[in-house]
């Protein structure tokens, strides 16, 4: 019998990438003169040039201008691939976003799945409080965090077992899967640009600099933090500028 | 305890609709003129006016033309909302088609989710043979039947069981969920017009005029036909041309 | 010779319609479950059922919220197909929007272009002051007005009038109206759902509810505000909630 | 007086790019396995390692699989941005495609618009006979190339002055652009992924290859024959799948 593994956290990794602030600089300047993005830049930092990266401060005023007003498709002409590694509730969650979006999942109609399902950290709250539309999350007690653990390894090893069995006697993986609980983790490939992960976090990262409050489940939230330090070790201008105009994507 | 219901068939019914072969038409002729329109619709049924059903000939015609040489676009300019109530494992594959479609689905998160799942029903092949890349399926054995059913209804009670449990004992719905099955039902909007839903169909469906092979899952099939069903009462101009030019989406 | 018309207006018609309030308190219904609906709306408007539109103070709340917290989906299970007659740099501007927008416009390939040209009436400031990123428009001079009208009306009618002479000596219509100036009009339909014409709205619209300032061209400023109107009679819930929440769209 | 440039040929320049025939097995490998994915391409290609390459024959069976059977998403996860410089009436085109694309093209609000007109080359066919729905195009006579240099020629000076005077008398540049012809040369920034490529050149190339026709104008046909190039350069195992498989994108 199988061994079955239990996780948890996500995992996240930039797979390929070609993003940098100056990308949006140069998609800005297509639409433009360079003159005119000069004139914007000093309008908004009131910098000299920085003499050791010279552009830098013109870019930083550029971004800033774009990210305040709106112009959107000057954060599209990049793009990054990322691997993710997470439960199917969040995969689901995920995918829900279309525009500027690509995904590859894993099959459970061609592969055998692993078994390896999702168990709520030390650090996970278990109980909601508070209305429809505005709850919060409390840590819950010791009783009840033995209670998910119990209940979801249980449920998490009968199911394993079962699917093993299942296939041993010949069923169809995409007919034997049909029992596996949604915290399995899968794995996928998306691929997205600054402008569509932009959105992505704005939804689902909670931040103070948001000036629309957002609701995550813990989970995807997870997975967007690690998104969005792999993204602003890339892009650190426009980061910075996402994060002075209120999280809301361009 | 709560009852646990089992069901065999998924449930699809259209809740709003505009669209008819009359849009496409004129939305062909909007990009063209009238009297092109009129002499390709010759060139194509080389057929009179019917006189009882003025302009239906005509369209005929046209709409065969924009499908043989891929003109897509005078296809969009219709709408249909579709109730959905299918697996989970349904939903996932369903809602990876982005472009063209708007989903809302229940959450899992806002409500406590029925005790609803999925069963093969008898004409549900359960054995794949043959190489990746050109499977096939087969009835399968009355042993391995036996099995499905079992193995899938024991996980689906206890799964369901330890959900209610851990809801009463004040676990978030968000968490306690996680344990349950991929076989669960869920339900969905979704909203798509006549290209949209060509493509999707041309994927999901197995149909002996389509010229591109596909292999869908059965269960995602007995939605799409369905779906297809509905369609065909509103567009059957559209339909039949889609049948008749290989069933790919222009 | 043909004569050569000249407007100063745009032409917007609703041509196709399935969109109503209705449709987005139900398609948000089906992710959560009708009490906590009943419970949002009364957290929002405090408001007693209306007597005689029973469930219009119900969807009026939820709309509420829905705009409010940036639930976006539940706005696209609708649909609206305009017509829309405007100059060919309008167009260029319009179509620009991709996401959950649909065209097809008269092609200048395929028929031959009609002599209607587009003149800055009375109303239209000529003379941009200010900086970049911050331009305001000012009438101008008569001078500059009767300057306006002059080149327009000559380069149009001698344009036309090459692109005719270029027609009746054989010559290819898709050569020929490389001349022909951006000023002329075109007509195309345009199919959206009203999530996409908020977003719309909210770049190709000036208004002092407007959170994040828009700099629209006049032209298509003008085509926004008809489809505004159009949009406004079929949902007026939504827009009131548009319109109470920064012509954000959600 | 500003002089008048005319060109009879279009710009494409690959300026940046992330896309390699590896990232597409890649992403297909998320999906299954890397055993099935040998097996696959066993199948296909029935060749032996390349030893000096190895990984080549086991991609190239990949990928034509993968084409073949219209498995799309997996060519998604890669990147291109060309930059374009063609006609307004090209850039009109081009920029109807929605999915898969991202543009930023020059504003003529924002800038005076430089004095580069399109004239056709020798080698482009000026008189399209045929009916509707089958045109072809012929070279047209001497007198005919003649009256199209001619004619293009004195609207574009023509139409160029006006727009100078214009702007000299302090008229905003959005209105006095209205006169300029659509043979003006723009230039845009075009973003794509693989996919969203091969859709476009499967519209905008005439190829024998291709079972589907297409009858792009010939200057769309310019541009999408240099970003092919560019693109097979990267990505020469896609390329030659998507010219194997009958041109169509998966």
């Known amino acids: 019998m199988t061994d079955i593994l239990f996780a948890q956290d996500v995992d996240v990794k930039l797979v390929r990438h070609s993003a940098s602030d100056a990308d949006v600089a140069n998609a800005a300047r297509v639409s433009t003169l360079g003159d005119q993005v000069l004139e914007w830049s000093k309008a908004f930092d009131g910098q000299v040039e920085d003499v050791e990266h010279p552009g830098q401060a013109r870019n930083r ?7 305040r007003d709106r112009h959107g498709s000057p954060f599209e002409h990049n793009s990054m691939t990322f691997f993710v590694q997470a439960p199917i509730f969040v995969a689901r969650e995920f995918m829900r976003h279309r525009v500027g979006w690509s995904y590859n999942e894993e099959s459970g109609r061609y592969k055998e799945l692993r ?13 909601q409080v508070g209305k429809p539309g505005a709850y919060r999350f409390e840590p819950g007690t010791d009783e009840q965090r033995v209670n998910v653990e119990h209940s ?28 596996l609980p949604v915290g399995l983790f899968t794995t996928f490939y998306a691929t997205c640009n600054a402008r569509s992960l932009m959105h992505f976090l704005s939804l689902r990262t909670i931040n103070e600099n948001a000036t629309v409050p957002s609701f995550p489940q813990r989970e995807i939230e997870l997975v967007a933090d690690r998104m969005e330090e792999l993204w602003a070790e890339r892009m650190p201008l426009t980061h910075a500028a996402f994060n002075a105009n209120g999280r809301v994507a361009p």
Request: aromatic letters at 12%.
């Open 61 to 67: 005023g550029l971004i800033n201008f774009l990210m």
């Open 152 to 179: 979801l390894s249980v449920i998490y090893r009968a199911a394993y077992s079962h699917y093993q069995q299942l296939l041993s006697q010949g069923v169809a993986r995409e007919v034997a899967r049909m029992l």
């Open 115 to 127: 078994p390896l399902f999702y168990l709520p950290g030390e650090d996970r709250n278990l109980v």
